[in-house]
């Protein structure tokens, strides 16, 4: 009976994985730039915007010339003319005068400040009395005001969101380099799996790895190559293998978590020239028979056949492996992606082992919700489907106490 | 000068959003089924597994006659022969016989648990001592233990997570009815804009909204149209909205938010038959000009010009109805899309408007952590990248103090 060597804990796999260099970046254009990773620091090459603009309907004028104007005793201006939009105003605002603007409109020479329409009423086609005092700048955006040239906007790695498309397009990058989406190759592996189309003969059950594997994949922004279902055989599954090195930067088989099939998928690896076997087994539940060899900025992955188990080891690895090659800034706060709660019952563990346990949430009236865990084999896909979240249980630790706080991380 | 007439609440726009019905449902793969909404109630037709099957490499025993050993006193077994996996076993496990069995196997005749390879000690060929008891249903998944027929295991309306696939698959779904995705068709406009790719001449500044629309409706998992840029020319915008109505369920405009464009889209909005302008005017900051025209189950709308009104407008008004449209169960919880902090500073507010706050998060220690408003117009694009999502000052709230606890609903 063989034993794993080396058992990693989960810390030391995350050292190894944070050892993988970010991919290279490619260019793509603004309107295919969202949710990528920003491939360089964005710096602003001009002034947003590039002259002081208007931000309501209203009137230009010189600030001043309002001091002490109110409801009962409205300041009378004469109207210069207007702010034709998109055009530098001809016009120019002396003391006493006033030019109709509208919003985005640029202000006319003289002017440093608007009174909005509402506090306007005109008295003739030529004057119009204003009731209300604005400060130097009111009303205005001022050139520079939104972006300032040469500032450092985004820093490279950041995940771009609507909005920094937005400043993107402020500045005018219609084009700009991002990190090269991770490609994850999927193989499913397994005499007793058949496809889904397939109906299942005595014995057998339908290949769902595929499927929630790829799923997560899509999930992390990182695009799944489904290499299919391959039978328990030494020959056909090295050439899946070879076939996923070949289109991928990772290479995820699930299954074959038998003790005899998981020395063959070593072997397998190991018959890659440059591969290093650096996990052979982790103190992880579920997840202990996790295998990993390295060849160069590739990876090979040996992941639990048990529905459970091929989640969430996908997700407590691969997930910041494809972090680490997206080229994403790992320090970033990821907000709102755990919940605090409370647990509703003891949770056993063992010391040297670390845990991650199903939960399923429930609002709790104005207090932290209840962490309710879900029970079950991690062979049940159904465990999964009810939970929302997975809790962690230290390696240290030898279970968690009833109504104890615990910190759940979402799925999705 | 124009005032709007029945300004509406935000939760009266609210409410007619969810009026509109759900899209029709369409046939999707498995495979292209994550993220989608499911059209009907998944019913398991058959159990899952269809057999008792091993969950651990082992040897499988009836558990009665592992009853009383131990690590001092195992028991000797008779070695009766070997599980193949993916075949039904015609082998029989009689009292003080085992069969070996790996991880997926099927459970043979007359037995009724499993005892993990870690505790038998191979005696010779024929025999196997095994040094722990097991209960009877001990490292088996029983038939129907995953999914019991007929059960009713995710409800129509769901949002399909990885591991809601890996149960479809599990019974066999390869292809499932979704809703179809909402189409939103995007339309800027303003004389003042100029596309992304050209140099804004002075008083012109290049178009942001396109781009911040387009990647939030991607994020709401609909689809948006990119309809570009039309200048401030009321045939050519109705043109446009013409355009959106043949290819969307949704259009937007933002821009000509100034009072006399504003005018011309109501009339644009009002020159389709059967349209029914519903809004115009919503007592919200930022956002209050915008405007509403439902045709049918379609419905066009007039979001304003500035960049964070625009985005925020679109996250209250839009998300919703696409969630509609989508046949979400909008019920569903939607755990970690906020964060609860404290606020830093005093936030003034007026009474009968419902305002929207741009907030950063700063972690706190301990505590929870800080919401640090940002200031700034709403035509500062910047203020939407420094942030990380917005609270909300209730309609007759008159503002809130610093320390107020305060949910951030958080960008995406």
Redesign the interface.
């Known amino acids: 009976?063989k034993t794993f060597f080396k058992v990693k804990s989960v810390a030391e796999v995350l050292d190894m994985i944070r050892r993988f260099p970010p991919l290279e970046t490619e260019t793509v254009a603004?309107?295919d730039a969202?949710?990528r990773v920003l491939g360089t620091n964005l710096v602003a090459d001009s002034d947003?915007?590039?002259?002081d603009?208007s931000?309501m309907?209203g009137f230009a004028v010189r600030a001043r010339d309002t001091f002490g104007a109110g409801e009962g005793l409205p300041a009378l201006f004469e109207v210069v003319g207007e702010v034709?939009?998109?055009?530098?105003?001809t016009i120019k605002v002396g003391p006493g005068q006033a030019a109709r603007i509208?919003?985005?409109?640029?202000l006319p020479r003289g002017a440093d400040a608007v009174v909005m329409?509402?506090y306007?009423r005109t008295v003739d086609q030529g004057q119009v009395e204003l009731s209300k005092p604005v400060a130097p700048g009111e009303n205005v955006?001022l050139q520079g005001?939104?972006?300032a040239a040469a500032q450092v906007?985004?820093p490279k790695g950041h995940l771009l969101?609507?909005?920094?498309?937005?400043?993107?397009?402020?500045?005018?990058?219609?084009n700009l380099a991002v990190y090269r989406r991770p490609r994850v190759a999927i193989i499913s592996t397994?005499?007793?799996?058949v496809p889904?189309?397939?109906?299942?003969?005595?014995?057998?059950?339908?290949?769902?790895?595929?499927?929630?594997?790829?799923?997560?994949i899509?999930?992390y922004l990182a695009m799944p190559i489904?290499l299919g279902l391959v039978g328990?055989n030494p020959a056909k599954l090295r050439e899946a293998v070879a076939q996923g090195l070949d289109q991928a930067e990772v290479v995820l088989i699930s299954g074959g978590?038998?003790?005899?099939?998981r020395d063959y998928t070593v072997e397998i690896f190991n018959s890659f020239s440059d591969a290093e076997l650096l996990i052979h087994g982790v103190s992880v539940s579920p997840g202990k028979p996790t295998i990993m060899s390295r060849l160069g900025n590739q990876s090979l992955w040996g992941l639990p056949?048990?529905?459970v188990s091929a989640?969430v080891t996908c997700g407590l690895f691969v997930r910041p492996l494809l972090r680490q090659l997206s080229g994403r800034n790992l320090e970033e706060?990821n907000?709102?992606?755990?919940?605090e709660a409370v647990l509703t019952r003891n949770v056993p563990s063992v010391h040297g082992r670390q845990d991650y346990i199903r939960v399923r949430?429930q609002?709790n009236g104005s207090g932290l919700?209840l962490a309710i865990p879900v029970l079950?084999?991690?062979?049940?896909?159904?465990t999964?489907?009810k939970?929302?979240?997975l809790i962690e249980i230290g390696l240290n630790d030898e279970g968690l106490l009833k109504g104890s706080p615990v910190e759940?991380f979402?799925?999705?």
Chains 1, 2 share one sequence.
């Open positions: 009976m603004l309107e969202g949710a947003v915007p590039e002259f603009r931000s309907d034709f939009m998109g055009s530098v105003p509208w919003t985005g409109g640029m329409v509402e306007a955006i005001e939104d972006v906007l985004l969101r609507p909005q920094d498309l937005g400043i993107l397009a402020a500045l005018g990058k219609s397994g005499d007793e799996i889904v189309g397939e109906m299942p003969g005595p014995g057998k059950i339908r290949d769902i790895n595929t499927y929630t594997l790829s799923a997560l899509q999930s489904r328990d978590s038998s003790v005899g099939v056949g048990h529905a989640m706060k907000w709102g992606l755990t919940v949430l609002e919700p079950g084999k991690s062979g049940l896909i159904s999964m489907v939970a929302d979240g759940v979402l799925f999705n």
